[in-house]
């Protein structure tokens, strides 16, 4: 199947989210069990942040904090980039890769909607992009 926007890919998948008074411990459950990378993570429904398995290890256990005392505030990446559900494909790879992240939050009126990982886009479309950009740098490289 050839996905034309993000909300083609993500359609029927939930949401996977964790407060942000609630602790490490339970994100790594929430990691665990749905099989994911990453949360949203919302006061209400406001999207403030994203916990990934990286921010885990970096922020909590790299530095000897107590998983089932640490608040995911405290770990957290706040005000994450996000993607709108109509955006197209190439809009997500371009963000993670230049955000240099794997996973990005799906908006749609301004509510997290769903969560995009790099695993998601399909190997073409990566192949793809990357030959764009490498075409792109070499041209611009005979232009200068």
Do not use: N, W
């Given at each position: 199947?050839?996905?034309?926007?993000?909300?083609?890919?993500?359609?029927?998948?939930?949401?996977h989210a964790?407060?942000?008074?609630?602790?490490?411990?339970?994100?790594?459950?929430?990691?665990?069990?749905?099989?994911?990378?990453?949360?949203?993570?919302?006061?209400?429904?406001?999207?403030?942040?994203?916990?990934?398995?990286?921010?885990?290890?970096?922020?909590?256990?790299a530095r000897?904090?107590?998983?089932?005392?640490?608040?995911?505030?405290?770990?957290?990446?706040?005000?994450?980039?996000?993607?709108?559900?109509?955006?197209?494909?190439?809009?997500?790879?371009?963000?993670?890769?230049?955000?240099?992240f794997r996973?990005?939050?799906?908006?749609?009126?301004?509510?997290?909607?769903?969560?995009?990982?790099?695993?998601?886009?399909?190997?073409?479309?990566?192949?793809?992009?990357?030959?764009?950009?490498?075409?792109?740098?070499?041209?611009?490289?005979?232009?200068?």
């Amino acid at each position: 199947m050839i996905f034309r926007s993000i909300g083609e890919l993500i359609e029927g998948r939930p949401l996977h989210a964790v407060g942000s008074h609630e602790t490490i411990l339970e994100v790594c459950r929430r990691l665990d069990g749905h099989h994911v990378g990453a949360l949203a993570v919302l006061d209400g429904d406001e999207l403030v942040g994203i916990i990934s398995e990286r921010d885990v290890v970096s922020r909590v256990v790299a530095r000897g904090r107590s998983p089932a005392e640490t608040p995911v505030r405290s770990a957290m990446t706040p005000d994450p980039k996000t993607v709108e559900i109509g955006d197209g494909l190439a809009d997500a790879l371009q963000a993670m890769l230049d955000g240099h992240f794997r996973h990005l939050p799906v908006m749609r009126d301004g509510r997290a909607v769903g969560m995009i990982s790099m695993r998601d886009i399909p190997t073409e479309y990566r192949l793809m992009y990357q030959r764009f950009r490498e075409a792109r740098q070499a041209q611009e490289a005979v232009e200068a």
